[in-house]
């Protein structure tokens, strides 16, 4: 079968893309950008890529032919919190324009559950968005899922930060809205299950796990299953605003996510029917079994895909291409070199930057600067990274994203995703004379950002010299 999967490199996506391929199906992966891919030489000889801007004029040049199903994994919830849902209406809009000329049999589509006589603003674009894609020329199956739970998801990350950091919690009223969680592994079956079934053509279906939660509850479980017990004391006064903030500082999650997040909370989602889970013969698995089996991917390092590693983490919305070329002209640099004895382990040493091992040197400095960046609106280090020892390219490595990650050429690009009077880049190299190159880029915007890289010079002299000593040893 010939299947078009859209998101591809989304957290849904990244995790069905393999199990589709194992079944021997001929894959099509649509992407912005096809350097953000961070796929194995393996699975990229495997499929085949149409790089495509669902939010750009239609354009059928180099459209591919011949698709059976196509998958609409496609949101921009992080993109705005204002018009995120004509963002995602336009993307629809122009995604059935495509369909209809290559001429699908069938569009899955995964939304959210929308059973409330009231929407949220998300869940209400998600609606829309089933609409829009009914109004095409092809049969579409639409399934409806709540909260995802799995290594990486960003309802378990957020979960997982929540209850990790802090015992004690004093929580908005919405921790008692009830919702229906579902292991990823089950939303897989689904979207797998559905393939060309009829039945399901021209169907919207309900999909969930067998418990029925509060996020109270769900927080109490997570805690209960991983060992340690958890004090949730709720409040009437905390404000949409104000509980975005506190998901945004305790969280990894965005600003932008938080709100839109908070904003959804607030709504009832539990399913109405069961009629899949009957029809494909599907038995979900329970929330808790569902964290016991994120922490054995988690421990094992075998986390395939993040959300953390999106683009929904950040306001990073560029082709990683555009910053592959690190700019000379009007660029303020720090270039460190130092001859080394060792390169494989030193590119050991870069591939393993970042996360819980920390920068080599003055570790509580980028941690005082990941604060500040929270404090102004950024990302900060609360993301982490995803594998320890693997970098892929569009990874999200704490405040930065990797546009380039070869260890053929050992060389690790990186471009901050920091709040910053300018742009930023860091570069670690090791030429053909087992020379390691360690070259920060700063391009300044206007004299407040000249005036910030100049107050900063006495820290670089120390941090930047001491991470490519230790990096080096």
């Known amino acids: ?4 999967l859209t998101g591809a490199n989304g957290y849904v996506g990244r995790r069905l893309l393999p199990e589709l391929l194992s079944q021997n199906h001929e894959i099509i992966c649509a992407v912005r950008d096809k350097n953000r891919l961070g796929l194995d030489k393996t699975t990229l000889d495997s499929i085949t890529i149409w790089e495509v801007d669902f939010l750009e004029e239609v354009s059928f040049e180099n ?21 995120f849902d004509s963002m995602e209406a336009k993307a629809a809009e122009n995604f059935n324009r495509y369909m209809k000329h290559i001429g699908v049999k069938q569009v899955i589509y995964l939304s959210g559950i929308v059973n409330n006589n009231t929407l949220s603003k998300h869940l209400q674009s ?8 009914y109004q095409g020329n092809n049969n579409v199956t639409v399934l409806r899922a709540g909260i995802i739970v799995g290594s990486g998801s960003s309802s378990f990350e957020i979960i997982r930060d929540l209850c990790e950091k802090l015992p004690v919690m004093i929580t908005p009223k919405w921790v008692l809205t009830k919702t229906q969680p579902i292991a990823i592994r089950d939303v897989i079956q689904y979207l797998i299950g559905v393939l060309l079934k009829e039945e399901c053509y021209n169907e919207s279906f309900d999909i969930g796990g067998p418990n029925v939660l509060t996020y109270k509850q769900m927080m109490q479980l997570y805690a209960k299953t991983r060992g340690f017990k958890n004090w949730i004391f709720t409040v009437p006064v905390m404000t949409p605003k104000l509980s975005s903030y506190w998901l945004y500082f305790v969280t990894s999650t965005s600003y932008k996510l938080a709100m839109n997040l908070v904003d959804s909370m607030k709504m009832e989602v539990v399913c109405n029917d069961n009629r899949l889970q009957k029809m494909l013969g599907i038995k979900p698995i329970s929330y ?7 922490f054995i991917k988690i421990e094992q390092n075998l986390v395939i895909s993040s959300w953390k590693d999106s683009l929904v983490s950040s306001e990073f919305h560029h082709n990683l291409s555009e910053f592959i070329q690190v700019p000379t002209y009007g660029c303020l640099k720090d270039n460190q070199k130092l001859k080394i004895e060792n390169p494989e382990k030193v590119l050991e040493n870069i591939w393993t930057i970042g996360g819980t091992k920390g920068w080599y040197y003055g570790n509580w400095m980028w941690q005082l600067r990941g604060f500040i960046d929270k404090l102004v609106g950024g990302v900060g280090l609360r993301r982490g990274r995803t594998h320890p020892t693997h970098l892929d390219n569009g990874d999200s490595l704490d405040f930065w994203r990797v546009i380039l990650a070869n ?6 690009l ?9 742009e930023a880049w860091l570069e670690f190299r090791i030429d053909e004379k087992n020379v390691l190159h360690q070259i920060a880029t700063f391009r300044p915007r206007g004299l407040f950002g000249r005036l910030y890289w100049y107050t900063l010079v006495p820290f670089h002299f120390f941090i930047f010299g001491g991470m490519i000593r230790n990096i080096a040893k």
């Open 1 to 4: 079968m010939k299947i078009l």
């Open 63 to 83: 459209t591919p032919k011949n698709v059976d199903v196509a998958y609409y994994l496609i949101h921009s919830m992080s993109a705005s919190t204002e018009v």
């Open 126 to 133: 998600r609606k829309n968005v089933e609409d829009i894609l």
């Open 288 to 294: 808790t079994d569902a964290i016991k089996l994120a």
């Open 407 to 412: 260890k053929e050429e050992k060389r690790l």
């Open 414 to 422: 990186l471009f901050a995703e920091m709040r910053l009077p300018g």
